[in-house]
């Protein structure tokens, strides 16, 4: 087996690498701000119906997202339940956000769901899932390298699979490890210790690439051979190495 030099500091045995989705493969904030617009304007409105309102005030606070002056998301905490949670999650803290405006918990639930029932709908229409820069490359590169490729996801299994299915990107992957299929998801090391039993490989022969600390959590949790982040210098603490974009991995930046 031959040794792939991942930078000037560090040399490892790669046999894998496992990617995050959304933040890594995927432009985190067109995919994500297209649904969030959708459930957030859908919520207000059957809340204005019953005579409530939500306090824009707490926009931020529901999923930790940025918005622009018209409320759309332009920008996402990487640390905040948007970037990091499960799905159920996500529903749960709405659900919470419904009840603090008036509503019982119970129709909470059923208007949450609602909510993300349309919200899917426009997404199937739609389909703005695009790959980040140089994610289409590096990829290339990684497969004519030999090296096995999996997903793990915050997102449930099926749900990523059809993302990836919209940018044309499904091919590459051996297997696709959504938080449906575990008992814990990120940071708890499950999603990559199964990824690695199904892909034939030991922990230390995995490179792990995420856009969050619950990637690199999970990672370092589970015993991972390298941590990549990617995103601003600084904002990915437990990472062995940030970048920017794919761009910085290709050209020997993963030479074999």
């Not at 299929?181 to 990120?186: E, H, I």
């Not at 990672?219 to 995103?231: F, L, P, S, T, V």
């Amino acid at each position: 087996m031959q040794e792939n030099r991942v930078d000037d500091r560090t040399q490892m045995q790669v046999e894998a690498i496992l990617f995050d989705k959304d933040g890594t493969l995927l432009d985190f904030t067109g995919m994500w701000g297209f649904w969030t617009g959708c459930v957030l304007n859908d919520f207000r409105e059957q809340l204005l119906i019953r005579g409530l309102e939500m306090d824009e005030a707490d926009l931020p606070k529901i999923w930790g997202t940025f918005h622009d002056e018209q409320g759309r998301m332009n920008g996402y905490d990487v640390r905040g339940p948007l970037a990091m949670g499960t799905m159920d999650e996500v529903y749960a803290v709405l659900t919470w956000h419904g009840y603090r405006a008036g509503l019982s918990w119970a129709e909470a639930k059923m208007i949450v769901r609602a909510c993300l029932a349309q919200a899917e709908e426009a997404m199937e229409v739609h389909r703005p899932a695009h790959p980040l820069p140089g994610v289409r490359e590096f990829l290339e590169q990684s497969r004519n390298q030999g090296l096995k490729m999996g997903v793990v996801t915050a997102d449930e299994t099926a749900n990523a699979v059809k993302h990836l299915q919209w940018m044309g990107l499904e091919d590459y992957f051996d297997i696709v490890i959504g938080t449906d299929l575990v008992d814990r998801g990120k940071p708890f090391p499950d999603m990559l210790l199964l990824a690695c039993e199904r892909l034939g490989v030991q922990a230390q022969q995995v490179m792990v690439i995420g856009d969050t600390d619950g990637d690199m959590e999970m990672a370092r949790a589970a015993g991972a051979g390298y941590k990549i982040g990617i995103g601003e210098s600084g904002k990915i603490q437990l990472a062995d190495r940030t970048i920017q974009t794919f761009h910085e991995l290709l050209s020997g930046g993963l030479g074999r």
